[in-house]
């Protein structure tokens, strides 16, 4: 069992920063790759970044490269996603998720364990 608890949504302008968090408890944190999910009101969940069990590899969506880093803290149990440079469709509830069997997949099916997600707005 893995549990995840997000932190650190909000409301910015566009062209500012965030920092999301996600404590993990339960199953040892290293044994396990995260990632970073957002869905937007009337819009399927997507995939945004992902880091493997050490944090040495990581792969971001397309509409989010360069701009946001993904990275995690195994000692702190904690995975990070700063963003930059937010734009308006940004916006959305972002959630994190444990990859338990570190597939390297990007289908929110291949993430067995979610947290309950942040909202992000970014205002124009």
């Known amino acids: 069992q893995v549990q995840l608890v997000e932190s650190g949504g909000g409301l910015v302008q566009a062209g500012g920063s965030l920092r999301l968090s996600c404590a993990a408890s339960?199953?040892?944190?290293?044994?396990?790759?995260m990632g970073w999910f957002r869905q937007a009101p009337g819009k399927e969940r997507e995939f945004v970044a992902r880091?493997?069990?050490?944090?040495?590899?990581?792969y971001y969506a397309d509409s989010v490269k360069e701009r946001f880093t993904i990275s995690r803290d195994n000692a702190k149990n904690t995975v990070y996603l700063q963003m930059n440079s937010l734009k308006p469709e940004d916006t959305a509830v972002y959630y994190c998720a444990a990859d338990l069997e570190g597939s390297g997949a990007i289908s929110p099916r291949m993430f067995e364990y979610w947290g309950q997600g942040t909202q992000v707005t970014v205002s124009s």
């Open positions: 880091v493997s069990r050490s944090g040495s590899v990581t």
């Open positions: 339960g199953r040892t944190f290293s044994s396990y790759a």
